[in-house]
């Protein structure tokens, strides 16, 4: 038997919208507290932070938009091609002030030599995993948008492109999952 199809009513937009700002400013809280931080590079792990939380917000919200472009279903591209380019500039964000707190990271007596001296192994395998693969959803994600531009809106996107776009996407927040869960643990043992 077949429930039929459910669509929100206005009441259940209301609800939905509420619980993602809510979501939304509980987690930006959590890099935002960095800014408070008492240390010298609290505005570099701070932006660092809210730059990394709004990518990972936002990639997640584009791997939504790929599963239905990878399926060949109608989406509206003009809408995708903003939140892509959106999601491209916060991956250079991130990038940029990542690059920007790992010089403490490296500094003399930065995270660095205290993870060196008290667990090499971690630094060795974790770190390095982590400032490779935290490089690669910025480059994904600039072919991806550079691809909707130059085939998007004029025709109808071509179905190779189409999936291309959406498999960028999805692979691109792996790496993005991968290099932040990476971060956090890394935070976790060493604050910068």
């Known amino acids: 038997m077949s429930a039929g199809e459910y669509l929100h009513d206005h009441f259940g937009k209301i609800v939905i919208r509420s619980q993602i700002a809510i979501a939304l400013t509980l987690l930006l809280l959590l890099p935002t507290a960095n800014f408070f931080y008492p240390t010298d590079?609290?505005?570099?792990?701070?932006?660092?932070?809210v730059s990394a939380i709004l990518a990972i917000i936002?990639?997640?919200?584009?791997?939504h938009r790929a599963i239905p472009?990878?399926?060949?279903?109608?989406?509206?591209?003009?809408?995708?091609?903003?939140w892509l380019l959106a999601a491209t500039l916060l991956n250079l964000a991130g990038a940029i002030s990542g690059n920007w707190i790992y010089m403490r990271y490296r500094g003399q007596n930065g995270p660095r030599d205290w993870i060196l001296e008290h667990v090499p192994s971690f630094h060795n395998?974790?770190?390095?995993?982590?400032e490779f693969?935290?490089?690669f959803p910025f480059p994904l994600?600039?072919?991806?948008?550079?691809?909707?531009?130059y085939y998007g809106l004029p025709q109808q996107l071509r179905r190779d492109i189409a999936r291309f776009v959406g498999i960028t996407i999805l692979v691109s927040w792996g790496f993005l999952m991968l290099g932040f869960v990476a971060g956090l643990v890394l935070a976790k043992l060493r604050f910068v």
């Open 69 to 82: 472009l990878i399926k060949g279903m109608h989406i509206r591209l003009e809408s995708l091609r903003r």
């Open 125 to 130: 395998v974790l770190m390095e995993f982590k």
């Open 58 to 63: 936002i990639g997640t919200y584009l791997t």
């Open 133 to 135: 693969v935290s490089l």
């Open 141 to 149: 994600m600039l072919s991806a948008t550079a691809m909707l531009y």
């Open 41 to 49: 590079y609290n505005l570099k792990a701070g932006i660092h932070g």
